[in-house]
């Protein structure tokens, strides 16, 4: 199991996959919104989506768990 974690503190604006969706490394997965700057969250290895921890509109914080690859 591999955990993509948020890179920056925001609210999340968009959640591009969901669990058993195959991503690659550097897809984007989720999008934050930090500093009114859209931010998208990638990927960092190929994987299976296993869980995805974040819905639209959550506030998350740097190093936060958003989707766990298995």
């Known amino acids: ?9 925001g609210t ?7 669990a058993g969706d195959q991503v690659n490394a ?4 989720v999008v934050l919104e930090s500093m009114k700057m859209e931010v998208p969250i ?7 989506v296993a869980e995805v921890k974040v819905h639209v509109g959550d506030f998350v914080n740097d190093g936060d768990v958003i989707l766990v690859l298995e």
């Open 12 to 18: 999340v604006i968009n959640v591009l996959v969901q």
């Open 42 to 48: 990638q990927a960092e290895a190929d994987g299976k």
């Open 1 to 9: 199991m591999k955990n993509v974690t948020a890179s920056m503190a």
């Open 26 to 29: 550097g897809q984007d997965v």
